[in-house]
């Protein structure tokens, strides 16, 4: 309620209002004031000459939780180690003990771990209490509507044996609360009726404290012994309700992504080459976030039939063998998936991914950039273009975008719900003025088309080296003349290497790492790191530098659509004329004897 406002908790509580410069007590001993050494171990008092061990031994009486309600200024709650709960409605000028064993189902002298005070309503109050000193593991976790004077238990369906540690409420949700339990993570959408476990990564440790960074709607839990751990962006979980999580399936509202290049200070992604030089805690995924929930694990027929099995081996029925036409289609299935789809405002696709389908949550992460448009294919001489890191597409342009949930299933694709609205927004604007979206989305796109046809020339070439030495295995083990073959088939090998040399540059030059005149692909290099690296759009060099590479690439095409489509068709007629060992491209022999 107020910036330089401070409480402090000892046996007493202390207030300060000068931002800890000085302090007042605003109470009197809180605790039970007890001497130790006159409680009780293993069912007696000891003498004072037994074998103490005082290091092993708690003290008691000492305030463990402390909390002033957001709502009503001055309504306070302290609670305590030795069993009690103290309440003041005047900011300490007077305070009303709560035994906590008069809390149903809590034993006398329960450890008080942590008290919230509700963030809506002034007369709610939460308490987390804990007896495993005494053997008992059992999650103690209450709430009170009238300050403390009665209490019912919001423990629900907590598993037993998971004593409670924290408890915290959402700020937007009142019945949304998170529970720090000695095996994990909960969360109630209910108020504490049923409860749900945080999978994910999560260990199952003791997650001590709690805390809410409310403008990201990050949960953050700090654990023993681990460090801590961030769920980010828990908003879904406000429409986590009981009927959503049992349809089928339920996507959940997207929150708007911030577009920005991300930086590499290392030199490459995390921790690039630096290994475990220092630590480096990941960052949350870049761009869009996509959250959705699975009712049931999407299973093939396969997995269908085993499970209809299973219940039959249980009851030791017989299993027989399934008809073979049904093994086979059960072969041929692809394995089920799950599909999100974007679209830009104008409805276009932008992006598909592919998410888990096994039950629970699942978050998939697009990172605002469409899909490659570079040519693909399986081969050593292409595997680097295959590399992900380098075959990323160009970053969308900010706007308004939707995601579709579906299922690809039985080779088709069926929609589950209706598609989620989301804005991808700059993070800030450019100190420059440069291209306008729409004008740099053109020239990207004029340029991811520039590239598909490139990269499908390279691997083309790539390809067609690979054929021609085929086609030279096949000609020595071939019974006719094989002089004209040789001749024309090397000719072909010297213009392949022409074409090479346009597209790549001279391989002997270039792989000692002397400089070479500019290429097609060097120019398209050059366009693509500098758009790559920056939301600035292109400029009037990358402009110059695509008209150039189109320029050049239009002969180079052609004179490669001859090569492959015209004169290696032709040449591979007259081999199967000739009765020549038969290589992949040629049309398959009819298998008729002369």
Same mark, same amino acid.
């Given at each position: ?403 579709? =949930? ?92 022409? =074409? ?62 001859? =090569? ?31």
């Amino acid at each position: 309620h107020s910036p330089t406002r401070l409480f402090y908790a000892s046996q007493r509580v202390w207030r300060s209002d000068d931002r800890g410069d000085s302090w007042s007590p605003v109470s009197p001993d809180l605790t039970r004031d007890q001497d130790r050494w006159h409680l009780p171990l293993m069912g007696r008092v000891w003498s004072y000459d037994s074998p103490w061990d005082v290091d092993a031994m708690s003290k008691f009486n000492t305030i463990t939780s402390l909390a002033e309600s957001p709502v009503a200024e001055g309504l306070l709650y302290a609670g305590t180690d030795d069993g009690l709960i103290q309440v003041s409605e005047d900011g300490g000028g007077s305070w009303r003990a709560v035994e906590v064993g008069s809390l149903p189902g809590v034993p006398d002298g329960g450890f008080v771990n942590d008290l919230k005070a509700d963030l809506f309503d002034a007369d709610t109050v939460y308490v987390a209490l804990d007896d495993h000193k005494s053997g008992n593991f059992r999650p103690f976790l209450l709430k009170s509507i009238n300050r403390g004077r009665s209490w019912s238990s919001i423990a629900g369906d907590l598993p037993d044996r998971h004593l409670v540690w924290r408890i915290v409420q959402d700020h937007i949700k009142p019945d949304l609360l998170f529970a720090g339990t000695e095996f994990g993570l909960f969360f109630t959408t209910d108020g504490g009726d049923h409860w749900n476990k945080l999978g994910g990564n999560v260990p199952t440790i003791p997650f001590r404290d709690l805390a809410i960074q409310r403008r990201e709607n990050d949960l953050v839990g700090a654990t023993f012994g681990r460090g801590f751990f961030i769920l980010d962006d828990y908003s879904c979980l406000r429409e986590a309700t009981k009927d959503a999580l049992t349809q089928e399936a339920r996507l959940f509202s997207v929150r708007d992504a911030w577009s920005y290049i991300p930086r590499s200070p290392l030199g490459g992604r995390g921790v690039a080459n630096q290994g475990a030089g220092h630590f480096i805690a990941p960052n949350p995924p870049f761009g869009a976030v996509f959250t959705y929930h699975l009712s049931e694990k999407l299973t093939s027929r396969e997995e269908d039939r085993r499970k209809a099995e299973k219940e039959l081996e249980k009851s030791g029925d017989d299993t027989p063998r399934p008809d073979w036409d049904l093994v086979e289609m059960e072969r041929r299935e692809e394995k089920p998936s799950v599909v999100l789809t974007v679209r830009n405002q104008a409805g276009k696709l932008v992006r598909r991914l592919e998410g888990p389908s096994g039950k629970g949550f699942h978050r998939v992460a697009w990172d605002l950039r469409y899909p490659s448009t570079v040519a693909r294919a399986k081969s050593p001489e292409t595997k680097a273009d295959d590399d992900p890191r380098r075959n990323i597409g160009w970053l969308a342009q900010p706007g308004s975008y939707t995601v579709t =949930l579906s299922k690809k299933h039985q080779n088709t694709i069926i929609d589950l719900g209706e598609p989620r609205s989301f804005e991808v927004r700059p993070l800030r604007k450019g100190v420059l003025e440069g291209s306008t979206p729409a004008e740099a989305e053109m020239f990207l796109n004029q340029v991811a088309q520039f590239e598909r046809s490139v990269s499908a020339a390279g691997l083309a070439i790539s390809k067609g080296f690979e054929h021609l030495d085929l086609i030279q295995g096949a000609l020595a083990r071939s019974t006719a003349e094989p002089r004209d073959f040789d001749i024309e088939l090397g000719a072909l090998k010297t213009r392949l290497y022409r =074409l090479d040399q346009a597209l790549r540059g001279n391989r002997s030059r270039s792989g000692t790492g002397e400089a070479i005149p500019h290429t097609i692909l060097r120019r398209l290099e050059v366009i693509k790191t500098g758009n790559r690296f920056s939301t600035y759009g292109p400029t009037a060099t990358h402009r110059r530098s695509l008209e150039i590479a189109q320029a050049e690439f239009a002969p180079l095409i052609e004179e490669l659509h001859q =090569l492959l489509e015209i004169d290696l068709a032709a040449l591979e007629t007259r081999m199967e004329d000739a009765g020549i060992p038969w290589t992949p491209g040629r049309p398959l022999p009819e298998g008729k004897q002369d």
